[in-house]
């Protein structure tokens, strides 16, 4: 199956990572796929593949546990940050 570059290494990066991308991997596969076919006479497929962890080991979820909360806008006993305005509703 097609490998992932998990530590952005190209191959460098030992069992973490792979020495080409999908491209690369696609060529091989319909290469290999179009020789065998050409040696043995069948017509060539059609070719779909489905590489869900190629696909998903580039996505990322953060959980965070919500341990308190403040009404939106409220700031108290904070000094405002560098660069903040404090404006009005008027000059909103």
């Given amino acids: ?7 952005g290494t190209k191959g460098w990066g030992g069992d973490a990572s792979t020495n080409y991308d999908m491209q690369n991997y696609a060529n091989d596969v319909v290469a290999a796929l179009q020789d065998m076919c050409t040696r043995t006479g069948v017509a060539p497929p ?4 489905e590489s869900g ?6 996505a990322a979820v953060l959980i965070f546990e919500v341990t308190s909360t403040e009404p939106r ?3 108290t006993g904070v000094a405002p940050e560098p660069g903040e305005a404090s404006q009005s509703r008027e000059e909103g």
């Avoid at 962890?53 to 580039?58: F, G, K, L, P, V």
């Fill in 53 to 58: 962890r190629a696909i998903a080991s580039a």
């Fill in 46 to 49: 059609v070719v779909v593949s």
């Fill in 1 to 7: 199956g097609l490998g992932v570059d998990y530590n």
């Fill in 73 to 75: 806008g409220v700031r």
